[in-house]
C-alpha cells in the first residue's frame, strides 16, 4: 500500500510539473490567440482529472477508472505544447490534441466498477482510439498549418506537408469526423442501454458523470459536423467554450458518483439489514431480500456443504456455481466458506455484492446449516429407501430360490414315492430304483437349503462371531484368499454383520468382476473402531455407485461407519470398511 | 376317461415325473412343453384330452394358457397345477376357464378324474 500511495504521489507531481511547464508555452506562443483562457481551461480540467483520478485510484486500487482519469488528465495538459513555435513540438502537441477524448471515452464507458461488458461498448472504444491516434496522422502530415482555418499565418509552417495536397487534407479529417460521429452515436447508444439495466441506486450515482460526459460528447459531436459541414470560426469557439463547462464537471461528477456508490451501498445495506431483521428469516425471504438489493431477478442463493465439497439450493438440491467472478459472489464469515450468490445478470457492481453478501452472511450459515441437515435427510431417506428395497430384493430372491430349487425337488419326491409306493408290490426292482433316485434328490434337496439358509445369515457369524465366521467364508470362497484377522473378540452384532457382509460382498465381485488371481481379508480394531479391508490384484475399476458397492455403503453407513473403495497404485482394488465398535443396540443409550 | 394327455411346464424334473406317475396309471403322454405359447400349440395340434397346465410359466402365465386352449376348436380339458397352494392364487382359479387345480405333489390320475368327472 505504502508503494501505490508513493506512486500516486509520483504522479500528482509529475502532473503539476507538466501543468507547469505548460504555463510558459502557452503564454510565450506567438500564434495562440487566447492565451489565459486556454491556460485556465489547461490547468483547470487536467489538473481536476489528475486529482479526482489520484484519489479514485487510492480508493480503488483494482477498479480501471482511476487511471483512465489520471491518464485523460496528463492528455489534456500535453497537447498545450501545440502553443509552442518550435515546429516539432507544435506538431506533437497538434497529434495529441483529441487523445484525451479517447480516455474519457473508455472512462464513461466503464463506470463504475471498470468493466467494458458489450460488444457494442468493445467497439466505441476500440474505434474511438484509432480516431483520436491513427486517424489523426493524417491530418498532421496534410495539414496547412498556415491556413486560418486551420492554425493561422503565425504558426509553425508543416515541414512534412507535400504540395497540394488540400485535398488529402480534407478527405482524411472528414473521415475522421465520420468515424468519431459514428462512434460518438455508438457510445450513446451504448449509455442508453447501460442506463435500462441499471437499479435504481446506480443510476442515481451514475447521473452527474452521465449528463456531464452526454453534454461533452454531444458538443463535439457538434463540433466535428461543424467541421464538416460548416466551417464557421465564432460558431466553433462557441461550442468548443460551451464544451469546457461539462468538461470541468466530468471529474468531479465521477467523484460524486464513487461517493453516491458508497453511500447507496451503505443505504443497501441498510435496508438489506432492517429486512432481514423485520421479516421472519425464512429462505424465500432472504434471497428475496438480496435479490431487491441487488436488482437481480434471477439471483440464486448457492450454500456449501463441506461434507459433499459442492453447493446445493436451500432444498439441499445440488447446485453449479459459475467460476466465472461476473456471475457469483463468494460468501465468507470467520474466514469459513459458506455459500455463493449466482448472479442472473453479469453483477455490474461487485463491491456492493460483497457487502451485501457480507451483511447477509450470518442469515446465510443458518440456512446453510439447514440446507445441509436436508442433503443429509434426504441422502438418509435415500439410503433407507435403498436399504428397504435391497430387504424387499433379498426376499424375493431367497423366495424364488426356495420354489425353484428345495420346493420343487420335494415335490418331486412326493410323486416319486407314491409312485414307488404302488409299485412296492407288483415290481419291487422299479420300486427300488425309485426309492434310490428319491433319496439322491432329497439329498440334493437338503444342500440347496443349507446353502439358502447359510445366504440369509451364517449361523457361525451369531454363535462364534467374525473371526470363525470369515474363516469359513474365504475357505468357501473361489479363488485363494490370505485372512489376517488381528481381533478374535466379539463385537456387537450389527458391527460384525456388517464386517461379514462387506468381506462376503467384497469376494463375490472379486471373483465375478476383478479378474483377480487372488485377495486378502485384514481385520483390525483401531481405537475404537474396527477395520475390514479386502483387496484384490485384479483389474480395479470398481464402481463405488454400482448397486453392490452402493447397498455396502447403505449397510455399513447404518452401523455409523464409513465405506472407501480404491484403486490400488500396482492393480486390484481396495475396499475398506470403518465401523465404529460403540455399544450393541440393546445397550445403547 | 380321458387318456391322453399335454404336460406343459418349464421345470423338467417335473414333467419327467409326470409323466412316469400318469404313464403308470394308464395315461398316454401324447406331448410336453417347457413354455406357455408352444403349450398352447401343442395342446391344440395334439388332440389330447387333457392339458397340465403350470401356474408360472417363464413367457405367460398358466391362466393365460388355459384361455388360449379354451378359445381353440376341440380344445382339450384344462387342469392348473403349481407347487404353490390354490389360496395363494385368491379367485384366479375360479374365475378361469380351467376345470380345476391341483398341487403339483398330488398329482395323481384319481385326481384327475375327479376333477374332470
Not at chain 1, 463535439?220 to 463547462?245: K, M, Q, W, Y
Not at chain 1, 449466482?342 to 455490474?348: A, K, L, S, W
Not at chain 1, 468381506?503 to 483377480?516: D, K
Amino acid at each position: 500500500m505504502i508503494g501505490l500511495r508513493r506512486a500516486l504521489i509520483l504522479i500528482a507531481t509529475a502532473a503539476l510539473a507538466a501543468g507547469l511547464i505548460a504555463v510558459p508555452v502557452i503564454l510565450t506562443s506567438d500564434h495562440e490567440p487566447a492565451k489565459v483562457p486556454l491556460l485556465v481551461a489547461t490547468l483547470l480540467i487536467g489538473w481536476s482529472f489528475v486529482g479526482t483520478g489520484v484519489y479514485a485510484w487510492w480508493r480503488r486500487p483494482r477498479n480501471e477508472i482511476g487511471v483512465l482519469m489520471v491518464l485523460t488528465g496528463f492528455f489534456w495538459i500535453l497537447p498545450a505544447l501545440a502553443a509552442s513555435d518550435v515546429v516539432w513540438v507544435f506538431a506533437l502537441g497538434s497529434f495529441l490534441s483529441p487523445v484525451a477524448l479517447g480516455f474519457l471515452v473508455h472512462l464513461l464507458l466503464v463506470f463504475p466498477d471498470g468493466r467494458l461488458r458489450t460488444r457494442l461498448e468493445r467497439w466505441v472504444v476500440v474505434t474511438t482510439y484509432v480516431v483520436v491516434t491513427v486517424m489523426q496522422l493524417p491530418g498532421i502530415v496534410f495539414a496547412n498549418t498556415q491556413d486560418p482555418d486551420i492554425c493561422g499565418p503565425d504558426c509553425p509552417a508543416n515541414p512534412l506537408r507535400p504540395e497540394n495536397s488540400d485535398f488529402a487534407f480534407v478527405f482524411f479529417s472528414s473521415l475522421q469526423a465520420l468515424v468519431g460521429i459514428l462512434a460518438i452515436i455508438g457510445l450513446i447508444v451504448a449509455l442508453v442501454r447501460r442506463w435500462r439495466r441499471w437499479n435504481e441506486s446506480t443510476r442515481k450515482a451514475f447521473a452527474p458523470v452521465l449528463w456531464a460526459g452526454g453534454a461533452v460528447f454531444f458538443l463535439e459531436g457538434l463540433l466535428l459536423a461543424e467541421n464538416l459541414f460548416v466551417r464557421s470560426d465564432p460558431v466553433e469557439v462557441v461550442i468548443f467554450v460551451a464544451t469546457l463547462i461539462p468538461l470541468g464537471a466530468i471529474p468531479y461528477a465521477f467523484l460524486v458518483g464513487l461517493l453516491r456508490t458508497r453511500i447507496s451501498r451503505a443505504e443497501q445495506v441498510g435496508e438489506l439489514v432492517t429486512t432481514l431483521t423485520r421479516r421472519s428469516e425464512s429462505r424465500v425471504d432472504l434471497r428475496e431480500a438480496i435479490s431487491e438489493a441487488l436488482g437481480d431477478p434471477e439471483l440464486q442463493i448457492a450454500l456449501w456443504v463441506p461434507d459433499r465439497g459442492g453447493y446445493v439450493d436451500s432444498a439441499g438440491r445440488p447446485v453449479a456455481v459459475p467460476d466465472d467472478g461476473d456471475r457469483r459472489t463468494l460468501v465468507e464469515h470467520d474466514g469459513r466458506r459458506i455459500g455463493a450468490l449466482v448472479h442472473g445478470t453479469p453483477v455490474e457492481d461487485p463491491e456492493t455484492a460483497r457487502t451485501l453478501a457480507a451483511a447477509a452472511a450470518l442469515n446465510l450459515e443458518n440456512q446453510r446449516l439447514e440446507a445441509e441437515l436436508r442433503s443429509n435427510l434426504r441422502e438418509l431417506r435415500a439410503s433407507r429407501r435403498r436399504l428397504v428395497e435391497a430387504g424387499d430384493a433379498e426376499r424375493t430372491r431367497v423366495e424364488r430360490n426356495l420354489h425353484d430349487g428345495a420346493q420343487q425337488r420335494l415335490v418331486g419326491l412326493a410323486l416319486s414315492l407314491r409312485l414307488a409306493g404302488s409299485k412296492l408290490d407288483d415290481d419291487p426292482e422299479a420300486a427300488g430304483e425309485l426309492l434310490a433316485e428319491a433319496s439322491a434328490e432329497l439329498e440334493l434337496a437338503t444342500t440347496e437349503l443349507r446353502e439358502l439358509a447359510r445366504g440369509i445369515h451364517p449361523a457361525i457369524l451369531s454363535d462364534r462371531g467374525l473371526g470363525p465366521a470369515l474363516e469359513a467364508l474365504t475357505a468357501r470362497a473361489t479363488l485363494p484368499v490370505e485372512l489376517d484377522s488381528g481381533s478374535n473378540g466379539r463385537f456387537p452384532g450389527r458391527v460384525e454383520a456388517a464386517a461379514y457382509y462387506v468381506v462376503a460382498e467384497a469376494l463375490t465381485n472379486i471373483s465375478r468382476h476383478a479378474g483377480a488371481d487372488r485377495a486378502t481379508v485384514t481385520v483390525a480394531t483401531e481405537g475404537d473402531d474396527l477395520v475390514v479391508a479386502v483387496s484384490d490384484d485384479g483389474k480395479g475399476g470398481a464402481d463405488p455407485e454400482g448397486s453392490g458397492l452402493r447397498g455396502l455403503a447403505d449397510r455399513v453407513g447404518a452401523a455409523d461407519g464409513m465405506l472407501e473403495v480404491e484403486d490400488r497404485p500396482g492393480g486390484g482394488t481396495v475396499v475398506r470398511a470403518v465401523l465404529p465398535i460403540g455399544q450393541d443396540e440393546g445397550q445403547a443409550e | 376317461m380321458a387318456n391322453s394327455i399335454v404336460i406343459i411346464d418349464d421345470n423338467a424334473g417335473f414333467r419327467a415325473t409326470a409323466r412316469r406317475v400318469l404313464e403308470a396309471e394308464g395315461y398316454e403322454v401324447v406331448a410336453e412343453a417347457g413354455a406357455g405359447c408352444p403349450g398352447v400349440s401343442a395342446a391344440l395340434g395334439s388332440g389330447a384330452d387333457l392339458a397340465i397346465v403350470d401356474i408360472q410359466l417363464p413367457d405367460i402365465d398358466g391362466f393365460e394358457v388355459a384361455r388360449r386352449i379354451g378359445a381353440g376348436d376341440a380344445a382339450p380339458v384344462v387342469v392348473l397345477t403349481s407347487s404353490r397352494d390354490r389360496s395363494d392364487f385368491g379367485s384366479l382359479v375360479e374365475l378361469s376357464p380351467a376345470a380345476g387345480f391341483v398341487p403339483k405333489a398330488e398329482l395323481s390320475g384319481r385326481s384327475l378324474e375327479t376333477l374332470t368327472a
